[in-house]
């Protein structure tokens, strides 16, 4: 660790690492966002595969340029000789690293490792660095989760050998907006250690641009966790001759992870925060804008009177309020509704037997009583009355031969 914390250091000096508020100094509704962080910092990583679990193991790392270098032991149960995955994503000074057995324990292709940050919330990703201990593997992939509950899709593949290990094309810049592609840029033995791999989500990508309008685009920058495949080790082509010291000498090892991202609010709200009683790495966004859920995705229940959408620069696209006449606690968005009056909002569960969309009439067979304001129930009698609904005075329609104000009374009765 950690070369991301001195760039974002002076980073946030900068404003587009600041947050950005939701409101100007008016107090008009403007697009903001959280603000620019390591979202890999200090996170748990798990992974498939790491040395010394079964007990202490052997191997034989390389100098930067090729000088084979004194063996050394990996011991999981030993705190000086560990390399959990835990050690990519620390704050520990000098470098620590996650470490995989070697070739000689069986690690080698088509055995793949992977190691799988959980953001357990969805960020809008900008790149992620990866620091190896060792040299680049020649194939590698990261993969991300749109949403928790989502597959894992491919971010981009990394391989001097994208054909035949990845059934791709080599290539160096993606065609559509969400191609995941692969490139052999980073798949040099050289150095043999501290290699670093970039991957910027939006550089060059179709699109890029006009991200505001591009939806597909917007989905691609999203992960809610990420994972780093690792497909095959770069070697000098020895290992099918040379001997254990040969196979010890080639694993995978990482010293450091970043991702820089913002916490994924769809333009309404400034900050993430975890909610009191929640696991300490379950984040929610602080919504603004009348919006609300973990994402803001969607209008708070009473401002739906017309249809969510992510702020843009041009409109912070608040939710607006519903009017249900002081008569209901939320609404509903009605696409019908909203093109017929302009007002999308259908009021839910009108009080004090009122109806229609804005709560602003009396329910079918009540009126509005004169004396006190409340709209109350008719009780035209089922048998005397030719409809249940009554008048404004609350007189009901009599059939022939009935008569009263609820029409319960036979005319010859009386
Ligand atoms: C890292 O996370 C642990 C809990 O997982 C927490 O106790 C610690 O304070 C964090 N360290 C930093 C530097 O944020
Ligand atoms: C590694 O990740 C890939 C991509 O998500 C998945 O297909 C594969 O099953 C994983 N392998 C292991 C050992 O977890």
């Not at 200090?42 to 004194?70: D, I």
């Not at 088509?110 to 809008?124: E, G, M």
């Not at 696991?279 to 973990?294: F, I, K, L, M, P």
């Not at 079918?364 to 006190?372: E, F, I, M």
Request: proline share 6%.
């Amino acid at each position: 660790m950690n070369s991301l914390s001195i760039l974002l250091y002076f980073g946030c000096l900068a404003t587009i690492f600041q947050g950005q508020d939701c409101y100007d100094d008016q107090g008009n509704a403007q697009m903001c966002s959280p603000p620019f962080v390591n979202a890999a910092f200090n996170r748990s990583v798990q992974a498939t595969n790491t040395c010394g679990q079964a007990g202490p193991t052997e191997f034989c790392p390389f100098s930067r340029w090729g000088q084979p270098l004194p063996c050394q032991v990996c011991d999981a149960q030993s705190p000086r000789t560990r390399h959990p995955p835990q050690m990519t994503t620390d704050t520990e000074f000098p470098r620590t690293w996650w470490q995989s057995d070697t070739m000689l324990d069986g690690i080698r292709y088509p055995v793949v490792i992977n190691l799988t940050l959980d953001f357990k919330k969805a960020y809008d990703i900008t790149y992620t660095n990866l620091r190896f201990q060792t040299a680049i593997p020649e194939s590698f992939a990261i993969y991300k989760k749109t949403t928790e509950s989502s597959d894992w899709t491919p971010y981009q593949f990394f391989s001097a050998s994208c054909r035949s290990t990845y059934g791709k094309p080599g290539r160096r810049f993606p065609t559509t907006a969400d191609e995941a592609i692969c490139t052999n840029q980073y798949s040099d033995l050289f150095p043999l250690t501290g290699g670093r791999v970039p991957f910027s989500t939006l550089g060059s990508r179709p699109g890029a641009f006009s991200f505001d309008n591009n939806p597909v685009l917007q989905e691609w920058v999203t992960a809610s966790a990420i994972r780093i495949s690792l497909t095959r080790m770069n070697t000098f082509g020895d290992e099918d001759f040379g001997g254990d010291t040969v196979l010890k000498s080639y694993y995978y090892a990482i010293s450091d992870i970043s991702v820089g991202a913002r916490c994924k609010c769809n333009g309404h709200a400034s900050e993430c925060y975890t909610p009191d009683g929640q696991e300490s790495d379950r984040e929610v966004c602080r919504c603004q804008h009348n919006t609300a859920g973990v994402d803001c995705e969607k209008c708070l229940p009473m401002y739906n009177d017309k249809p969510w959408a992510r702020a843009t620069s041009s409109s912070a696209n608040q939710c607006q309020r519903c009017e249900c006449n002081n008569k209901a606690d939320s609404c509903s968005f009605d696409q019908d509704l909203y093109q017929r009056t302009g007002r999308g909002g259908r009021c839910v569960d009108c009080r004090d037997n009122t109806d229609g969309p804005h709560c602003e009439r009396c329910k079918d067979n009540h009126y509005l009583r004169s004396s006190d304001g409340r709209c109350t129930p008719c009780d035209c009698d089922p048998v005397g009355s030719d409809t249940l609904q009554c008048d404004g005075t609350g007189q009901c329609q009599c059939k022939s031969g009935y008569t009263g104000e609820k029409c319960t009374r036979s005319s010859s009765t009386s």
